[in-house]
């Protein structure tokens, strides 16, 4: 492992990767990956999670194909220095913040889009200029598989490295020294990559869970919102990190809510659900039987079959759900949706306000006054107002969560500024001496004074009062020496 | 619980109570934190001459007045910097609302330190009060004198739950760490940055090291070496020595060595006399161990000037070294003291190699009239951030973010970098409950077949 590091650090100091163009030919060679190996990509994610390749394509890859278009067409400006507004001491100097890369990046993929949270973040590592290691979950295990056999085909081979293996290899990766990490998974081995990172004071950006409310309203269109939200519920069979893990509502609009999320599974995925292409399965036996456990005691509205040999769960809906129940206590990722009911938007609020702060925070309502108050009473790594998942979509919104469900974030510019040093630049002349005189010992009463008239008195001046004070500033220096 | 404990619940009750939400109160605590610096100045300077041999000009020019700028600015930004950013948007998201929204973290731990104890526990102090986050203050105890001044005075213009300073040692500190924070700032050793980062795991909270290194100084032959020598000589020797950005060691064709030494000369005895011990402007090193630790480095090597200390009083003499050898103590860890070592070096090359082959730096310096040397510098270095023809400077520029990188840290803060270190920007996109038909093709059943494309 060690000398797999070395290797990519090695390569990484050749300083290959520091031009543009080499790092524009590895992202369309990227693309070119995607686009000749697609089949296999779409087979790989398929046998992972029983996904039809119409979902793995829009679920997956076109997001990665859209971040690749847009780094490659925004990689000059967003590499370029970018000049930094000066002051009164600086006006005629060079100031400047110039983007660098930070050496070895390795990202830690996760399972449940095992293609999209793996090859997304290394877009923005490579852009950035870096050397990439990229640790793949092995849960899916057909992607894992694939990732290290294509990559290396299109990618240079020492600077992006692919390593493959479970917990045990994953710590001993952990023990290497890195410039950079980017974790996507759960909040407890977030805290092990963060421990690991802290030995080599490596920064970190942590993409981790929670259990994102959703709230619904009762001044609200029930059949867009029911339908929405049992479009991003169900995905990849609940297993979506921004997910809207559960509904609060008040009690008047349980039933309703019912109905109309039964409704759009039944236009989703027809009435023999086992038979749809479009419905997942959970990804392994562990987490079928997790999922299964919090069933348990609950009242099912609809829903609650399973069937092991295959890993399906029905999209399930449970409704006057006890906060204390299991259920309400881990993120689900899973078919199931509690509702719990709540008096109205205050009590909604108080309820999350108790809990950690999720990944994803929702609320469905006509009346955009609520939904800024809401917003404003509460927090969360994103928002989405009136649909679900869709803040993800935006590469302009950094995508990153706050508390227990994460830090930094990545996406768009997001990801080209996370995997870049941002080192400001002041580029002076060793002419103009004279303004420096009144910061020399030795000091003097008159230096303090003309100091104190000097600094805080500029705020308050247009340009041209500036280029006074910068005047009076050389004049002082002069009387005083 | 424990005081400390009872001290942060207090500050977290009293955030989540909303009231450093509005805008206002947060620039009446700004107001409050400047109308402090202003009535208590003398006793300001009172405390850092004590800890540090400060006077009212080193005192108000190199901790002081930033503070102060720090505050107007963040007052006057302030509405600007809270506002809803609206981001640029796709032509499906045309009818939505895409912003990020600031807001505040929740409570913040500073950990300060003891070389510039005012600023460097109050400046970024106004960036997290600016953000709406209650502050846990921790003094650096090794300036005792600033650290119990601040216990005392800010709780009479501040918010007393909201922005606590809780003082004492590694014990203290330690037990501080324990507690929750939704952000820890830190200033001091890379060591030390370590423990913090490891601490701020165990409940995910993000963190800004602010740390350390060696921070290179090139001086190319072609220079002025007059004027290149006295800024390098104010910027190492203030504060004598300790000072994060301070340029550490020197880089030069050994040709201009003995020129760099005499000029050196030359400017100190400028600024401090014949005998700096004798001048007002001179600082003490903070304490005996770091005393011995730096009077320690100079074992064997060839002193050019200085040399010279006297424990009682903790005054090390303005102290060059010549011909330096980067295999001796005095190069292996940063010298945060009045000891000026020039290692030789061919080539600008050279001058690179030296670098890169250490840990990245929290400063670099490079000295020449030529713009190609300067940026040649840049491009195959890193460091946290860089002066050229000039030392320190870089730092007190508000648009520049300031910060380390690697060894020397993580994170930066100064200006508006402060506000967002201390917010959450929270992604937000509003829909219409509208046009539900636009959205007719993401939801199954997909295609019987695949769509070519």
């Not at chain 1, 509205?301 to 295959?310: K, P, Y």
């Not at chain 2, 505050?71 to 796709?90: F, G, N, Q, S």
């Not at chain 2, 491009?379 to 007190?396: C, F, L, M, R």
Request: with cysteine; hydrophobic share 40%.
């Amino acid at each position: 492992m060690e000398r797999e590091v070395q290797r990519v650090r090695a390569a990484f100091g050749s300083g290959r990767s520091r031009p543009l163009t080499f790092r524009r030919r590895q992202l369309e060679a990227l693309r070119a990956m995607i686009q000749e190996r697609e089949k296999d990509i779409l087979a790989a994610i398929g046998a992972d999670l029983s996904k039809s390749e119409f979902n793995a394509y829009s679920q997956e890859v076109i997001s990665v194909l859209g971040e690749i278009d847009l780094m490659l067409e925004k990689l000059p400006e967003w590499a370029a220095a970018k000049p930094a507004q000066r002051n009164l001491l600086t006006l005629l100097d060079e100031a400047y913040i110039q983007p660098e890369p930070l050496g070895v990046v390795l990202i830690i993929g996760a399972w449940n889009y095992p293609f999209v949270l793996t090859i997304q973040p290394l877009i923005g590592a490579i852009a950035a200029g870096n050397a990439v290691i990229i640790k793949p979950s092995e849960v899916s295990e057909n992607t894992a598989k694939l990732l290290a056999k294509l990559l290396p085909q299109y990618l240079d081979q020492d600077l992006y490295a692919v390593v493959n293996g479970g917990v045990e290899e994953t710590t001993e990766l952990l023990k290497q020294r890195f410039d950079h990490i980017l974790y996507t998974g759960n909040t407890a081995v977030g805290k092990i990559v963060m421990q690991a990172a802290a030995k080599h004071l490596t920064p970190v950006t942590l993409e981790l869970g929670g259990k994102s409310p959703c709230y619904v309203d009762r001044d609200c269109d029930l059949d867009v919102a029911c339908r929405r939200i049992a479009w991003g519920k169900f995905m990849n069979c609940g297993q979506t990190c921004i997910a809207p893990d559960y509904v609060l509502c008040e009690p008047s609009l349980q039933d309703l809510i019912v109905r109309k999320v039964q409704e759009a599974v039944k236009e989703f995925y027809g009435e023999n659900i086992k038979e749809s292409p479009d419905y997942e399965r959970i990804v392994n036996l562990r987490h079928f039987k997790r999922i299964q456990s919090l069933l348990e005691g609950q009242k099912i509205a609809f829903g609650g079959e399973m069937d092991e040999a295959t890993r399906y769960i029905a999209p399930t809906i449970l409704t006057d759900v006890d906060p204390d129940t299991k259920v309400m206590q881990e993120e689900i990722f899973g078919p199931i949706l509690p509702i719990v009911p709540v008096k109205n938007a205050d009590e909604a609020i108080q309820f999350i306000n108790e809990r950690e702060k999720p990944l994803a925070f929702y609320v469905f309502s006509h009346n955009s006054k609520l939904i800024k108050r809401m917003i404003d009473g509460t927090s969360s790594g994103g928002v989405t107002g009136n649909d679900v998942i869709m803040h993800f979509m935006l590469s302009s919104l950094p995508f990153g969560g706050v508390g227990s469900s994460g830090m930094g974030a990545y996406h768009g510019k997001h990801s080209f500024d996370t995997f870049s040093h941002q080192r400001p630049c002041l580029l002076k002349t060793l002419k103009r001496e004279g303004a420096n005189q009144l910061r020399y010992p030795p000091n003097s009463q008159s230096k303090v004074d003309w100091a104190k008239f000097f600094f805080l008195k500029r705020f308050n001046k247009g340009r041209l009062g500036l280029l006074l004070l910068t005047f009076l500033g050389i004049l002082a220096a002069v009387l005083i020496k | 619980m424990s005081a400390i404990s009872e001290v942060v619940q207090r500050a977290r009750a009293a955030f989540n109570s909303g009231r450093t939400r509005p805008l206002q109160f947060r620039v009446q605590q700004l107001e409050g934190l400047r109308r402090l610096i202003r009535e208590r100045e003398k006793d300001l300077v009172g405390a850092l001459a004590a800890d540090l041999h400060k006077n009212e000009w080193t005192a108000y020019y190199e901790e002081i007045v930033y503070v102060l700028e720090e505050i107007d600015y963040m007052i006057r930004k302030l509405p600007e910097w809270a506002a809803d950013e609206p981001v640029e948007k796709t032509p499906h998201t045309q009818q939505d609302e895409a912003y990020i929204h600031s807001e505040p973290l929740g409570v913040v731990l500073i950990i300060g330190t003891w070389n510039y104890p005012f600023n460097l526990t109050i400046q970024p102090m106004v960036g997290a009060i600016a953000a709406g986050n209650a502050v846990v203050l921790k003094p650096s105890e090794l300036s005792e004198n600033t650290a119990s001044l601040l216990a005392a005075i800010l709780p009479q213009y501040l918010d007393q739950d909201l922005y606590p300073v809780i003082n004492g040692g590694v014990a203290e500190t330690t037990e501080v760490l324990k507690e929750r924070f939704d952000h820890i700032l830190y200033t001091g050793s890379t060591g030390v940055g370590r423990v913090v980062m490891m601490a701020a795991a165990k409940h995910l909270t993000p963190v800004t090291l602010e740390l350390g290194g060696k921070n290179p100084c090139y001086v190319d032959k072609d220079c002025d070496l007059d004027v290149a020598c006295r800024r390098i000589a104010w910027g190492k020797f203030m504060n004598s020595g300790q000072t994060c950005v301070a340029p550490d060691y020197i880089l030069c064709d050994p040709s201009i060595q003995s020129q760099i030494v005499e000029k050196l000369k030359k400017s100190l005895k400028e600024f401090y006399g014949e005998d700096a011990k004798k001048s007002r402007d001179y600082g003490r090193i903070i304490n005996s161990q770091h005393f011995q630790r730096v009077m320690g480095l100079l074992e064997g090597q060839k002193v050019a000037y200085g040399g010279t200390g006297d424990a009682a009083s903790r005054y090390i003499a303005p102290t060059i070294l010549m011909d330096v050898d980067p295999q001796s103590p005095v190069m292996q860890e940063e010298v945060f003291g009045p000891i000026l070592p020039i290692v030789c070096v061919r080539s600008l090359e050279e001058a690179i190699q030296f670098i890169t082959q250490r840990e990245k730096p929290l400063a670099l310096y490079v000295f020449s009239p030529n713009d190609k040397v300067i940026k040649k510098m840049i491009a195959e270095t890193s460091s946290g951030g860089v002066t050229a023809n000039d030392v320190i400077v870089h730092i007190t520029v508000h648009s520049l973010p300031y910060g380390g990188v690697g060894d020397s840290g993580m994170g930066s803060y100064h200006g508006r970098k402060s506000f967002e270190t201390f917010s959450h920007r929270r992604s937000c996109l509003v829909r219409p409950l509208l046009n539900e038909e636009t959205l007719r093709a993401r939801y199954p059943p997909s295609p019987a077949k695949m769509p070519r494309h």
